[in-house]
């Protein structure tokens, strides 16, 4: 696994979800972080990145967020922040969205940690000074000497 660390403000939070797509394979990427730290907030910049025109709010109340992409695929974005187990998240049937082949972006992973596979890519939210925030990125694809070498580090 590799890690690559952004700093910004919000007002540089657009570029800096561009950059951090240029890191990402389609599947599934983890979103950790306190409460109110801007995984959501996050979420929307990556969305509007892939192209989505759609409304983002948080799934705090409907668990998941579906959101359509200008190239036809679609993007689930879970806030698992109410499951309470397990059971209860294989019983709205999240391993459909699981498996699909569509992004899965997904808030509070630790619910359902038996489901999330090893090559699952995270991001890490945490406030830091004067209203800026630190990204941290874990991938699982080419190092970060090959990324440097094709210009995305």
């Given at each position: 696994m590799n890690t690559v660390v952004f700093t910004y403000n919000l007002d540089e939070i657009e570029a800096v979800a561009v950059k951090v797509l240029?890191?990402?394979?389609?599947?599934?990427?983890l979103f950790q972080g306190d409460m109110g730290s801007g995984k959501t907030t996050f979420v929307s910049a990556l969305l509007k990145?892939?192209?989505?025109?759609?409304s983002v709010s948080s799934p705090t109340?409907?668990?998941?967020?579906?959101?359509?992409?200008?190239?036809?695929?679609?993007?689930?974005h879970f806030d698992l922040y109410r499951i309470e187990s397990l059971e209860e998240a294989l019983n709205f049937g999240i391993e459909d969205y699981l498996n699909s082949n569509h992004w899965q972006f997904?808030?509070?992973?630790?619910?359902?940690?038996?489901?999330?596979?090893?090559?699952?890519?995270?991001?890490?939210?945490?406030?830091?000074?004067?209203?800026?925030r630190s990204l941290k990125?874990?991938?699982?694809?080419?190092?970060?000497?090959?990324l440097n070498a094709?210009?995305?580090?």
């Open positions: 240029s890191f990402l394979e389609k599947g599934m990427v990145s892939l192209g989505s025109s759609d109340f409907s668990i998941v967020n579906e959101y359509n992409l200008s190239n036809g695929s679609k993007v689930f997904i808030e509070w992973p630790d619910r359902i940690k038996e489901l999330i596979p090893n090559n699952a890519q995270s991001i890490t939210i945490e406030h830091t000074e004067n209203n800026k990125l874990t991938i699982n694809k080419q190092s970060l000497t090959e094709m210009g995305k580090f």
